[in-house]
Nanobody, 127 residues
Framework: QVQLVESGGGLVQPGGSLRLSCAPS????????MGWFRQAPGKEREFVAS????????YYEESVKGRFTISRDSAKNTVYLQMNILKPEDTAVYYC????????????????????WGQGTQVTVSS
């Protein structure tokens, strides 16, 4: 069974920073891309950022561009999300996801493009 374990969430003041990590456990799997999504209370889950594993090409949701950075450690099959200049509207549960299957790899901005999901980590931005 594939499991993804997120860590690094917490409470931070506006303008602060957090770094999320997502690492796999359980059986091994191929990685063609990884991404981060978030879900705020009462809202649908939305795309935050993604990275194509082979090229390192990254994609971001417009509201986080310039503030968030997604990166990977291929040797550890781990993805990170560095979040800077956090705002109260960034408050949400953050989920990581893995695209394992092959085929055409797009922007990895929709949930259907992923095969495995983590349980989520809470990020709260508040003074």
């Amino acid at each position: 069974q594939v499991q993804l374990v997120e860590s690094g969430g917490g409470l931070v003041q506006p303008g602060g920073s957090l770094r999320l990590s997502c690492a796999p456990s359980g059986r091994t799997f191929s990685t063609n891309g990884m991404g981060w999504f978030r879900q705020a209370p009462g809202k649908e889950r939305e795309f935050v950022a993604s990275i194509r594993w082979s090229t390192g090409r990254t994609y971001y949701e417009e509201s986080v561009k310039g503030r968030f950075t997604i990166s990977r450690d291929s040797a550890k099959n781990t993805v990170y999300l560095q979040m800077n200049i956090l705002k109260p509207e960034d408050t949400a549960v953050y989920y990581c996801a893995v695209r394992s299957r092959g085929g055409y790899i797009g922007y990895l901005s929709s949930q259907g493009e992923y095969d495995y999901w983590g349980q989520g980590t809470q990020v709260t931005v508040s003074s």
